[in-house]
T-cell receptor
Framework: EPEVTQTPSHQVTQMGQEVILRCVPI?????FYWYRQILGQKVEFLVS????????KSEIFDDQFSVERPDGSNFTLKIRSTKLEDSAMYFC???????????????FGPGTRLTVL | AQTVTQSQPEMSVQEAETVTLSCTYD???????LFWYKQPPSRQMILVIR??????QNATENRFSVNFQKAAKSFSLKISDSQLGDTAMYFC???????????FGDGTTLTVKP
């Protein structure tokens, strides 16, 4: 069964450094997402992406964050200057499309644990 | 904005028994989906079951079923014949089809005891 994959599984970085988290969505999916989960807290929406542009973003997704689909398979989240509070699990998700719960279901990757020191 | 409430932070059940996890939500939307995701210690988010708001029939997936009460805005998950591998955090999620994003509850940690 196709899966969303994410690399790396764990990233440790120093405060102020840039990080890029990578995701490979399911191949026929058209909508892509990033969520994050701070340890012990709920999963929070960051951004959605469709047709090479951001569809929606939360207040968390400020100018320090950016997303890109550099080629036909990867979907990346960049944090320009990491802060301690960026430490969290970051989940990528993708879905096929609209119209019906099966196509509209988000499938999540295994997550990247980001630790900012 | 939608809110999702899971009122049981922790639950436990004996192996082979049945357990029900509760979830309520608040929305003014008429078209939406509801999901339960399982998050084992590995922290991967695994889809358990999904429900379309306009369908009255409750979704079932093997040992997992839901009790969807649209008027009450309730979406509980029933796990039958609990297995040790069901031990995980369970998240209820509301998917807003207009906004195209999910809102998650705080999660319920389920422990299945041998």
């Amino acid at each position: 069964e196709p899966e969303v994959t994410q690399t790396p599984s764990h990233q440790v970085t120093q405060m102020g450094q840039e990080v890029i988290l990578r995701c490979v969505p399911i191949s026929n999916h058209l909508y892509f997402y990033w969520y994050r989960q701070i340890l012990g807290q709920k999963v929070e929406f960051l951004v959605s992406f469709y047709n090479n542009e951001i569809s929606e973003k939360s207040e968390i997704f400020d100018d320090q964050f950016s997303v890109e689909r550099p080629d036909g398979s990867n979907f990346t989240l960049k944090i320009r200057s990491t802060k301690l509070e960026d430490s969290a699990m970051y989940f990528c998700a993708s879905k096929e499309g609209l119209a019906g719960v099966i196509r509209d279901t988000q499938y999540f990757g295994p997550g990247t644990r980001l630790t900012v020191l | 904005a939608q809110t999702v409430t899971q009122s049981q932070p922790e639950m436990s059940v004996q192996e082979a028994e049945t357990v029900t996890l509760s979830c309520t939500y608040d929305t003014s939307e008429s078209n939406y989906y509801l999901f339960w995701y399982k998050q084992p210690p590995s922290r991967q988010m695994i889809l358990v079951i999904r429900q379309e708001a306009y369908k009255q029939q409750n979704a079932t997936e093997n040992r997992f079923s839901v009790n969807f009460q649209k008027a009450a805005k309730s979406f509980s998950l029933k796990i039958s014949d609990s297995q040790l591998g069901d031990t995980a955090m369970y998240f209820c999620a509301f998917y807003n089809t207009n906004a195209g994003k999910s809102t998650f509850g705080d999660g319920t940690t389920l422990t299945v005891k041998p």
